[in-house]
């Protein structure tokens, strides 16, 4: 399955590198919301080659990263680079399958339900073939650069 060529490469959205973007590419984003995919095969991180499976609560990271592809695209069009996110915490990450079996393609959404002061909650979803495998709801934080160097010098 290929990306969305109006979209810019996942790598370009993401503060990761290879092997730690596990996100394949964006499929869309709103102001709002967002969709990206994730493609099971051998060369994904957390693979099990031995069953041809990647752990189900590997799916909060993708949630997470679906959540970074967004913020990295609204500050790619805003002229900023990708920034730093922290994931906080989730509410009741439920997964309606152990495992991520080899060949499936996971659709992950996301949608920003409240924003303040660069804390947010998003309501995330991962999807196969419009099956529900698992949701959840993630408290994110993305810091101003000054906030960041200031958490990165120890200070408050």
Same mark, same amino acid.
């Given at each position: 399955?290929?990306?969305?060529?109006?979209?810019?490469?996942?790598?370009?959205?993401?503060?990761?590198?290879?092997?730690?973007?596990?996100?394949?590419?964006?499929?869309?984003?709103t102001d709002k919301s967002v969709q %990206?995919?994730?493609?099971?095969?051998?060369?994904?991180?957390?693979?099990?080659?031995?069953?041809?499976?990647?752990?189900?609560?590997?799916?909060?990271?993708?949630?997470?990263?679906?959540?970074?592809?967004?913020?990295?695209?609204?500050?790619?069009?805003?002229?900023?680079?990708?920034?730093?996110?922290?994931?906080?915490?989730?509410?009741?990450?439920?997964?309606? %399958?152990?495992?991520?079996?080899?060949?499936?393609?996971?659709?992950?959404f996301g949608e920003q339900i409240l924003?303040?002061?660069?804390?947010?909650?998003?309501? %995330?979803?991962?999807?196969?073939?419009?099956?529900?495998?698992?949701?959840?709801?993630?408290?994110?934080?993305?810091p101003t650069e000054e906030k960041l160097?200031?958490?990165?010098?120890?200070?408050?």
């Amino acid at each position: 399955m290929s990306s969305n060529p109006q979209y810019p490469a996942i790598l370009d959205l993401l503060p990761h590198d290879m092997p730690m973007a596990l996100i394949n590419h964006l499929v869309n984003v709103t102001d709002k919301s967002v969709q %990206c995919q994730v493609i099971i095969d051998s060369s994904s991180l957390f693979y099990r080659k031995e069953s041809g499976t990647i752990p189900g609560w590997v799916g909060i990271e993708y949630m997470a990263q679906t959540i970074a592809a967004w913020s990295g695209y609204h500050a790619l069009q805003a002229g900023r680079a990708s920034p730093i996110g922290f994931l906080l915490g989730s509410r009741k990450y439920e997964s309606h %399958c152990p495992e991520f079996t080899d060949g499936m393609v996971l659709n992950v959404f996301g949608e920003q339900i409240l924003e303040n002061e660069g804390m947010a909650v998003f309501s %995330c979803k991962i999807e196969h073939e419009s099956r529900l495998l698992a949701f959840s709801q993630l408290n994110v934080f993305v810091p101003t650069e000054e906030k960041l160097e200031q958490l990165l010098a120890g200070q408050k």
